[in-house]
Each structure stands twice: as structure tokens, then as C-alpha cells.
């Protein structure tokens, strides 16, 4: 079974940073694309947003416009790992962190997306 286990979240303050971390097993996908997402409090499945993904093989990495500058996203293929790498947070990046994989070589929505982890929780105070 494909299984993705996000961790790293936690409580800091504005200005501060934070690295996720995402462990993904149980697939033999020739190449994939693993991405971050972000849900807000209160906001539905409908309400998340795709903030960085990044494919296997090339590298390929997205951004979403929210993030770039301040978010970091690597891989590790040999551990079948991905990181995102948070600097300078804000209070509106609090919410929970997924990540999940699709085996094409895609972008940040979530709809393109097959397999999705637990969650890990941000708060960003101000």
C-alpha cells in the first residue's frame, strides 16, 4: 500500500522557520511527483491549496506564488523523502501541511493528486 507520513510541524512565530518532512513507501512508480499542500483552519477539502511540489526524476519543482522566496522543497530519492523547508512564516501559512504523490509528472493542484498522507499541523504566531 502507498503510504505517506508527513511530521515536522509545530508552533513558531512569525519571522521564524520550520522543515517538513514527508516519508513515502509502497509504490514502484518509474517517476512521480510528490507535493505539499496546505489547508487552512476552517477551510473544507475544497479549500486546499497546492504550495510546492517537486517530480523524482528531474527535479522538476512548483511554487505557488504564496511561497516563493520563502519555501524550499527537496528530495531525497535514495530514502524516497521529500522536505519543505519554511523561512520566514507568517501567520496565514498556519494551517495542516499534507503532502501526497501522483505518478505523472504534474503540478500543485490537489485534484491531480492520488495518494495523500496525514497531516502535520503549522501555527505561525504573530
Known amino acids: 500500500d502507498v503510504q505517506l507520513q508527513a511530521s515536522g510541524g509545530g508552533l513558531v512565530q512569525a519571522g521564524g522557520s520550520l522543515r517538513l518532512s514527508c516519508a513515502a513507501s509502497g509504490f514502484s512508480f518509474d517517476d512521480y511527483m510528490i507535493g505539499w499542500f496546505h489547508q487552512a483552519p476552517g477551510k473544507g477539502r475544497k479549500g486546499i491549496e497546492g504550495?510546492?511540489?517537486?517530480?523524482?526524476?528531474?527535479?522538476?519543482?512548483y511554487y505557488a506564488d504564496s511561497v516563493k522566496g520563502r519555501f524550499t522543497i527537496s528530495k531525497d530519492n535514495a530514502n524516497n523523502a521529500v522536505y519543505l523547508q519554511m523561512n520566514r512564516l507568517k501567520p496565514e501559512d498556519t494551517g495542516v501541511y499534507f503532502c501526497?504523490?501522483?505518478?505523472?509528472?504534474?503540478?500543485?493542484?490537489?485534484?491531480?493528486?492520488?495518494?495523500w498522507g496525514q497531516g502535520t499541523l503549522v501555527t505561525v504566531s504573530s
Open positions: 504550495i510546492s511540489s517537486i517530480s523524482r526524476r528531474d527535479g522538476l519543482t
Open positions: 501526497a504523490v501522483t505518478e505523472p509528472v504534474y503540478g500543485l493542484a490537489p485534484g491531480g493528486y492520488d495518494y
